[in-house]
């Protein structure tokens, strides 16, 4: 069924310290991801980039906490902006670091629980983000969105998640990196854990189907959270936070064609994307083939590349 995409640029880059990811929603305008959906049949409104709230310098009990109040700015626009896209159609984030998805999922559990339909959330990423402000020892708060949006303690300075999403409805997929304060908090939850490990043993199909079989059987939306650091470094160098070990071309492919297939994906973001450490656009390229095919290209419609 043809989609109406909603793209939200999200020029996010207070949530780390490396500078570059506010240029991503350009960068994925460039490599032509609008393009690539209407060729599928779907139909696209750019919304063109979010601004933040503005909010007077915060301070935190935390010394290494930085760039609050920019993020809590941030946080409150993007919920606002995902809130109102959820409603017209299927908002698609352009980020902007992982930060972005403590707003952007924030406006999709508002639309979920106005519905009164059960959120889900999928996240695709080296690292678990389940830090939260008092825990962090970078003070990068791109770590922290699932702590957020799981209702875990810490996030005083940030508007209360509405309708904090359960354990079980959240899966980690492709996770490799995880501190050890983090470890031990997730322990305590029922978070799907499914590491490297599990992917090396099960494959990537068998635990994305059963994921996929309890959001389905609850009837509920799924929102996808897509780190390009899921993908190796050997084929997505534009990050600033690579792990070796990643997802190949083909596996990440396979996920993404699954989701379509599935039919019950409603939002996705599309985070850390830093173009000033990419190769002629390589990543930029590689993440707009990876929608296509959660819109609906199959392998044989793939373009021969240069590269």
Same mark, same amino acid.
């Given at each position: ?14 949530? +780390?310290?490396?500078?570059?990811? #506010? ?42 906490? %930085? ?12 919920? +606002? ?20 998805? #403590? ?20 996240? #695709? ?43 079980? +409805? ?28 599990? #992917?090396?043993?099960? @494959? ?15 009837? @509920? ?31 990440? %492919? ?5 989701? %379509? ?47």
């Amino acid at each position: 069924m043809p989609l109406t995409c909603i793209l939200i640029g999200a020029p996010v880059d207070t949530g +780390q310290k490396r500078a570059g990811c #506010l240029m991503g929603p350009a960068a994925y305008r460039v490599a032509g991801l609008a393009e690539a959906i209407t060729a599928l049949g779907h139909s696209v409104i750019d919304r063109g980039d979010v601004a933040p709230v503005a909010h007077p310098p915060m301070a935190h009990p935390n010394p290494a906490v %930085h760039h609050l109040a920019e993020t809590v700015g941030w946080t409150e626009a993007l919920a +606002q902006a995902g809130e109102e896209a959820a409603g017209a159609g299927f908002p698609i984030f352009m980020g902007g670091d992982h930060s972005l998805s #403590l707003g952007s999922v924030a406006g999709i559990a508002a639309h979920a629980a106005a519905l009164g339909r059960p959120l889900f959330v999928l996240w #695709l990423d080296a690292h678990t983000d389940f830090h939260t402000p008092e825990t962090t020892e970078s003070g990068n708060l791109h770590g922290t969105p699932v702590a957020y949006i799981a209702g875990r303690p810490g996030f005083d300075a940030f508007p209360p998640f509405p309708a904090p999403v359960p354990g079980a +409805q959240i899966c980690h997929f492709g996770i490799r990196s995880v501190d050890p304060a983090e470890h031990a908090a997730l322990l305590e939850t029922e978070i799907e854990m499914d590491d490297m490990r599990v #992917l090396d043993e099960r @494959g990537i199909i068998a635990p994305l189907r059963d994921f996929l079989d309890r959001v389905r059987a609850a009837n @509920g939306l799924l929102h996808v959270s897509l780190d390009v650091d899921f993908l190796d470094p050997a084929i997505a160098p534009a990050v600033g936070t690579t792990v070796p070990g990643g997802t190949t071309f083909r596996e990440a %492919h396979l996920v993404m064609e699954l989701l %379509h297939e599935s039919g019950l994906v409603t939002s996705l973001d599309l985070v850390e994307l830093n173009p000033f450490l990419d190769d002629r656009g390589r990543t930029a390229k590689l993440m707009v083939d990876l929608v296509g095919s959660l819109m609906g290209r199959k392998v044989f419609d793939r373009p021969t590349r240069s590269f």
